[in-house]
């Protein structure tokens, strides 16, 4: 048998009781570092994430280049990361899903 990483096989759910999926939970990221919520507490508020998954998901996207350190123990988005926060709106707005859809 295969084995799963955590990553993919974490459940989050959101404040509705639905269980969110990673595209939900970096939108999340990406629209609260965006926001100018840069420090990793306010995001993760923002977010509703605990530190655990927080910190998955903040490595994953660092990693990929999707976030940088801003130096004052925040984040700020690269530009690979405005780009695919832009692409994430264009998806939620074709599929009409999310708080302005609701």
């Known amino acids: ?3 799963v990483q955590m990553f993919y ?4 759910y959101g404040l509705n009781g ?11 990221i990406l629209n609260a570092i965006n926001m100018g919520g ?7 508020y923002y977010a509703n994430l605990d530190w655990k998954v927080f910190k998955r998901y903040m490595e994953f996207l660092e ?14 988005l690269t530009n690979k990361g405005n780009a695919l926060l832009e692409k994430l709106n264009e998806v939620k707005d074709i599929l009409n899903v999310g708080p302005e859809h609701a």
């Open 38 to 44: 840069c420090k990793k507490t306010w995001i993760m």
């Open 1 to 3: 048998m295969k084995k």
């Open 9 to 12: 096989s974490m459940q989050i």
């Open 18 to 28: 639905n269980r969110r999926d990673k595209m939900d939970i970096i939108f999340g």
């Open 63 to 76: 990693r990929h280049g999707f976030v940088e350190k801003d130096g004052n123990e925040g984040f700020v």
